[in-house]
């Protein structure tokens, strides 16, 4: 067991980037995202929060993930919906 623990520490350090953080692709869930964009208004829009590549690398995103309806899913593999189209238009 001790060495399974050492052989799985060294696996996710392995993993882990520069500044100590585990990066991960989370991608697909639209909903996450307004959630962010809300709190970044709520507090002024700081660019210390999100810079302008950032904002334009975000609308890219939902840009490409919309829907031939004009819609979004409420993640990428879903059809649109109500929910994921109202979070994302807003």
Known sequence: APEAARKAAHFYSMLQTSDGHWAGDYGGPHFLMPGLIVAWYVVGQPDTMLDAEQRALMRHYLTVHQQSDGGWG?????PSTMFGTTVSYV
Request: aromatic share 0%.
């Open 74 to 78: 409420t993640h990428i593999e879903s």
